[in-house]
């Protein structure tokens, strides 16, 4: 655990930056194998403004990590924050409970604040107006949202009090997370049902880009699935039921434009429709 430590602590970006290529490589490949749904796609024409709000995210994630450097560096310096100020523990257990709490942090309470916050919802729309969820869809976040999720990330850092080897592990480990949940795979249900018990599966976060409420407003987490369970925002829906995209923006062409997605933020804001009387599940 040690050296793990201290590979995370100086991980190169080229590391990192190799993580993100080689998740989307090996999901995109398994796609083709054992796909969930057959779209009637081309596959790489619809990547297209995923990967560029991938880089964008890059881009700003990048330029601003010398503050988590800045801040993990404040609380180990200072023993401030929520895992120094519990009793003594092996390393392991340390390190595995500053990953869930910066999953909780940066994830899991982000994103729930981004579903019940209208601008932030507009600005979140632009990951839930994918039509065809795959693995390209993992990053696909609007600038601002970019800026938004840093900053939930940066206070979890603060709050948990995680030195920096910590915060590098989380964020890889969250990548690969993101990118196997949104994957176009289709697991045994009993293998995918074991899986969520501990992590967030493919199928649990499919439900969560179903089209329209209750569904949409579940699953939240992206490395454990413990929080959503434990805050009651643990939902299930039979795969073959789910219907990706949002139902107040149906417009396909928009939805796939980078053009249009860079603007849907600004649109007036859609009351989404309840749709649970429709849905069995």
Do not use: C
Not at 215 to 231: A, E, K, P
Not at 256 to 272: C, D, E, V
């Amino acid at each position: 655990m040690e050296s793990l430590m201290q590979y995370f602590e100086t991980i190169p970006s080229s590391h990192r930056s190799l993580i993100l290529v080689l998740g989307i490589t090996f999901f995109w490949l398994l796609e083709g194998a054992v796909p969930l749904f057959r779209f009637r796609y081309r596959k790489w024409r619809h990547a297209i403004p995923n990967f560029f709000f991938t880089l964008t995210t890059i881009v700003i994630n990048f330029g601003l990590a010398f503050l988590l450097l800045k801040t993990s560096d404040w609380v180990a310096a200072t023993d401030f924050g929520i895992i120094n100020w519990l009793p003594e523990m092996p390393l392991w257990a340390y390190v595995i409970l500053g990953v869930m709490l910066l999953d909780f942090f940066g994830a899991y309470l982000a994103h729930y604040v981004e579903h019940n916050v209208k601008p932030l919802w507009m600005i979140h729309l632009v990951h839930h107006t994918d039509h065809e969820v795959d693995t390209t869809t993992a990053n696909r976040h609007h600038p601002l949202e970019s800026l938004i999720r840093f900053s939930f990330t940066l206070l979890g850092v603060l709050l948990v009090g995680t030195p920096i080897g910590i915060v590098m592990l989380y964020q890889s480990l969250s990548l690969v997370a993101t990118q196997f949940g949104h994957a176009n795979i289709r697991l045994p249900r009993k293998v995918d049902k074991a899986i969520s018990y501990i992590l967030v599966s493919p199928d649990m976060h499919k439900v969560h880009h179903h089209y329209v409420l209750p569904y949409t407003d579940s699953n939240y987490g992206n490395i454990f699935s413990v929080w959503d369970r434990l805050f009651g925002t643990y939902m299930e829906l039979d795969r073959e039921s789910i219907v990706y995209g949002v139902d107040t923006f149906p417009d396909r062409k928009e939805n796939g434009s980078i053009g249009g997605l860079l603007k849907q933020p600004f649109h007036k804001y859609r009351k989404p429709t309840d749709g649970s009387q429709f849905d069995q599940g």
